[in-house]
C-alpha cells in the first residue's frame, strides 16, 4: 500500500527545517549503506552522529505521533530516527531494497516494515528526484509538496531520479508497526476510514461502537508486539 500522507508538517516548520538545513554540513550519502547500495547511491546526508539531524528528527516523529492518518496507516511499534538527504547536481539513487532488519543507536533492532520519505523541497524548485516505487501494480512516481509524505512497503525495489536543476531536500526513515503483513494493515486503515466517516455523519452510535470493537479486535488478533 502507498500512501500519500498531506501536511505532516505545515508550512512554516517546512521553513524553519529548511533554513537549518540549507546552512547545514552535507556528507556523502553513502556513509549509511551496504556495498550494493554504494554502487547507486549519489546524494548528500546530514551525519549519523549529527546533532541537528536528531534534533530535526526529533521534531519529524512529533509530527508523526500528532497525525492520525500517519498513525492509522503505519500503526508504528518503532521508528528509526529519521535522517535527511539532499540530491542535487545529478544526485541520484539507483534501484534497490532497503534493508530489513536495521539496529538502533541502543543495540534493540527494528523490522522495516514501511519506509517513510518526507518531502521537504517544493516540487517547483527541482526538476527530477521523483521517488520511484515498483510494486506488484507496477510502477508509481512520485514527487508531493513539501510538507507531504509517502509510506510504502519498505520490501518493494524503488529509486530516486537525477536531479538536475536545484536541490530536493528529503527526510527518510523506516518503520517497524504492530500488524506486519501489508494486507492487514490496509483492512485496518479501510476499516478506520469508515468507522470516522460514520462518525462524522452522526450515524448509529450503537453500530459504530459495535464497528470500534471490532477494529479493535482484529487488531488484538493481529498485533505483533
Ligand atoms: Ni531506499
Redesign the pocket.
Given at each position: 500500500m502507498l500512501l500519500h500522507i498531506e501536511r505532516l508538517l505545515d508550512a512554516s516548520a517546512v521553513a524553519r527545517m529548511r533554513a537549518r538545513l540549507d546552512s547545514a554540513d552535507w556528507i556523502d550519502g553513502r556513509e549509511t549503506v551496504g556495498p550494493q547500495g554504494a554502487e547507486v547511491k549519489r546524494n548528500q546526508q546530514l551525519p549519523e552522529a549529527s546533532p541537528l539531524r536528531a534534533e530535526l528528527g526529533r521534531e519529524v516523529l512529533a509530527a508523526c505521533a500528532g497525525h492520525s492518518v500517519f498513525h492509522a496507516a503505519t500503526l508504528p511499534v518503532k521508528i528509526l530516527p529519521p535522517r535527511f538527504n539532499r540530491y542535487a547536481g545529478g544526485g541520484i539513487y539507483g534501484a534497490?531494497i532497503?534493508g530489513a532488519v536495521m539496529t538502533l543507536a541502543d543495540g534493540s533492532q527494528l523490522r522495516s516494515d514501511i519506509?517513510c520519505t518526507l518531502f521537504l523541497a517544493n516540487p517547483d524548485d527541482y526538476d527530477g528526484g521523483e521517488l520511484i516505487i515498483d510494486d506488484t501494480w507496477g510502477e508509481h512516481e512520485v514527487k508531493l509538496p513539501a510538507g507531504d509524505a509517502v509510506v510504502y512497503p519498505a520490501g518493494s525495489l524503488?529509486r530516486v531520479e537525477p536531479v538536475t536543476r536545484g536541490a530536493r531536500v528529503a527526510s527518510f526513515f523506516w518503520i517497524q508497526s504492530l500488524v506486519r503483513d501489508e494486507a492487514k494493515r490496509r483492512t485496518l486503515l479501510q476499516l478506520d476510514a469508515s468507522i470516522r466517516q460514520l462518525t462524522a455523519s452522526a450515524a448509529d452510535n450503537a453500530a459504530i461502537k459495535q464497528l470500534t470493537g471490532v477494529y479493535h479486535n482484529l487488531l488484538r488478533l493481529w498485533a505483533e508486539a
Open positions: 534497490h532497503d519506509a524503488h
